[in-house]
């Protein structure tokens, strides 16, 4: 591009910089103060590049040298060497941006915001990458960065922040995201984030935040599921809409398609299930909604009661006291069955035996039991997992981590999840943990790392004790269980959770013998009882596994 003009002194006062300019700097800047000192010293080597303002007459356009007329202006010189030339709007445009764009040195957002420019000036995808020579694909995905969410962009401009190592890279893997899953997934893990991270391990986190669209169990192309949205396979946030965006996960060779609003996919999921519930409600006059494991979190995502399944057993549609039970989670969510409540006796019809009120309360018993072994279990695995050299283990855990606090774990509501979270001081009403450093000046990055890694077990392991394999780690380790048991403390939480299950008993069992007469006395007498640490309900001896010698009683304060 052959542009003319001549040289001559123009007052800097007449000098505005274009709007079309990428680069950011300010007075502040330490290479501003350097280059003023050289231009002080040495003078101007290289004069700006102006043209006649278009819209303001006597003025100049300011097309390149920003840096340099901020440099003059702040060593108090009242006027700059310049080339006055003449420049289509169009010139002026390719000058100031297409130009910046080939500079090494110039920072991602920066490029983010001088495709941008150009894309708003009618530039299409392909002009630009052949102007700065570069592919499409590298062009969109370098634009997408203008999209980062404020909070993204506040904590990558942070000094020492947890993401201002991140390279261009990184930042695109969560920019192509729509702005609300961006801060639902920085809400949830960026203090986890490690610098050693690479592109292709930060991928992997990212992808688990989003939903394959094969997994839903309803209708992509049933609009009306959720009244905030359309179909799933008309909605552009999904990774399909972007092919060039995520080409990792949507190109030639694969078809998953991906959801990337994790909030309206847990929106049609609740649409879809109480859709199928009224379905069963026009052809029976009951039906039980039941959780393959997660009875407490699902009664609080639905706001109604939700069993869990063990407490349910399958029957035929004649069997006394049969209902028809909806799976609300697992792969068969949304399919029907027969059943009625374990243990029930035909013969009872629809009164409880005493024998089926203690089996429900037993298995309450032990449901309460398991869910605190295991967060117990996953605090002192937790430590001792940092603590030791086993570096799979550690990689293990910090994956357990990430992944739940990124959005891929489901969150719980149960006591166990609420005293877990209390004993490693996190925020009582979210599930993340606290943005503001304050919070936690009087804890190390030891302990948040603990912290952390206690939440992202007890989450990837469901809140459950399983005896075996966890993604090829061994789950648990019986040292870690006896440690476990050892330590446990019975807290208020644990005992609080067994007012429907019998916690007078429990009271006895744990050795709580001066109590008041007045149930609500004895209880509350219950609920302050301190009961020494290594004291197990028989429940507790059996979730932790480690025998009855392990369970002892002892004698707890007032």
Known sequence: MEIKGHLARVPVADIIPSED???????KDESIKELAESIKGLGLLQPVLVREHPQKKGKFDLRAGARRLMAVKMNGEKDILAIIAVMTDQQALEVTVVENLQREDLKPLEEAKGIAILKSKGWEIEAIAA????????????????????????????????????????LELVARLPESSQDEFFEGWHFQISEHMSIRDFNQLVAKFLRNLREAKWDLNDAALWKHAGACIECGKRSSAESMLFEDLYGKEKN???CLDPVCWRAKEKGFLEKKKQEALKKYSDVLLISKGHARQKTEELGEPVKADYQIERCKKTDAGAKQCLLVDGAKAGTTYWGRPASSSPAAGNKKSEGAVQSELQMEREQIAGEFAAAQTAMTWAREIHNSNDKDAKRMMIAASVHVLGGGG????????????????????????KETEDIYAHKNIKELTIAAGALGIYQATEGKLIVGKWDGYPFPPADILEMAAADFVISRDFLEAHRKANILQIGKEIGCEKIRQKKNEAIEDILNYGAPAGTLTAEL??????????GKKGKGKK
């Open 21 to 27: 300019n990428p680069r950011e700097f300010s007075e």
């Open 256 to 258: 998953d398609d991906f």
């Open 131 to 170: 102007h700065i020579g570069k592919s499409a694909s590298w062009v969109v995905r370098r634009a997408q960065l203008s999209n980062l969410s404020p909070k993204w962009l506040k904590e990558y401009n942070a000094k020492d922040s947890d993401v201002a190592w991140m390279s261009a890279a990184h």
């Open 541 to 550: 001896i059996k979730a932790f596994g480690v025998g009855k010698e392990k």
């Open 410 to 433: 489901r969150m719980f509501n149960g006591s166990s999840f609420a005293w877990l979270r209390r004993t490693l001081f996190l925020d009582e009403d979210e599930f993340s943990i």
